[in-house]
């Protein structure tokens, strides 16, 4: 069993900027960041293998999110910025031991509680 624990929600204003972090409790081969806004169902982020490949599941966020991860310390950050109203929503870090990058929900095992952003206009 893999633990994930997020951290660095919050609320901010249209424009800003702010980082989430997971920390894993093992290493995993993949880790990654859905988000679930309230009453849509939960989408694919982005995730990162363990030699650093990256892949993005939303237009929306291309270019101003960046992932990243430190597999020494077995964790995953997200870097926002320019945020904007609609990218309020719970963020849920994932992981799994898949040999590649999948966006689908049920590919990944292991869930962190998640942390709230809110963006407001």
């Known amino acids: 069993q893999v633990h994930l624990v997020e951290s660095g929600g919050g609320l901010v204003q249209a424009g800003d900027s702010l980082r989430l972090s997971c920390a894993a409790s093992a290493r995993t081969a993949i880790m990654a960041w859905f988000r679930q806004a309230p009453g849509e169902e939960r989408e694919f982020v982005a995730a990162s293998d363990w030699i650093g490949s990256s892949r993005y599941g939303l237009d929306s966020v291309k270019g101003r999110f960046t992932i990243s991860r430190v597999n020494a310390k077995n964790t995953v950050d997200l870097q926002m910025s320019s945020l904007k109203p609609e990218d309020t929503a719970g963020y849920y870090c994932?992981?799994?031991?898949?040999?590649?990058?999948?966006?689908?929900?049920?590919?990944?095992?292991?869930w962190g509680q998640g942390t709230k952003v809110t963006v407001s206009s």
């Open positions: 994932a992981a799994s031991n898949s040999w590649t990058v999948t966006t689908l929900r049920g590919d990944y095992p292991y």
